[in-house]
């Protein structure tokens, strides 16, 4: 059986936190966004400094060693979510979830709020499972690919 362990990612962890933003861009992202976006995506560097600048803030998932999930929030808000396509429905996301939103009740806020867009039925599955509802859709601007936002709140 395989052990996991949740717990606070450390500078060691960056590499591996990168390379799963690689595996949840080309699995999640790529196929749903404009060639023009994949390009922008893959040349500005962006994964690597939101790993580089907030690595040390996620809440990291690891199986017999190897960091294979991890979530991040400011505030109430959830802001990242990534789980590796290897590893994916096992429940890695529910116990990432769990400790997030324990952290931002123990923090005093009263709702936890995140996005997902309208393409990705599975993260919206996973959310409502969870007790959130749709509270309000907006264009995704950051892919500039005719992309809908939905923001779930759950309290």
Known sequence: ?????????????KPALKA?????????????????AVE?????????????EHGLECLVAEIDGEVVGFIRWEGDFIDALHVHSRHARK???QRL????EAAIAAAGFAQVRLETDTFNQASQAFYH???YREA???????????LTTILFVKP
Not at 1 to 13: P, T
Not at 136 to 146: A, C, I, K, T
Request: no cysteine; proline share 5%; hydrophobic share 35%.
């Open 129 to 131: 499972s969870r007790g």
């Open 91 to 93: 429940g890695l996301g």
């Open 97 to 100: 979830m769990d400790g997030a």
């Open 40 to 52: 922008r995506y893959l040349t500005s560097g962006v994964a690597d400094r939101f790993i580089d």
């Open 136 to 146: 309000g859709r907006y264009p995704d601007e950051e892919w500039q690919s005719g």
């Open 1 to 13: 059986m395989d052990v996991v362990v949740i717990r606070q990612g450390g500078e060691a962890d």
């Open 20 to 36: 799963i933003l690689r595996d949840t861009f080309d699995s999640t992202w790529r196929p749903n966004i404009t060639p023009a």
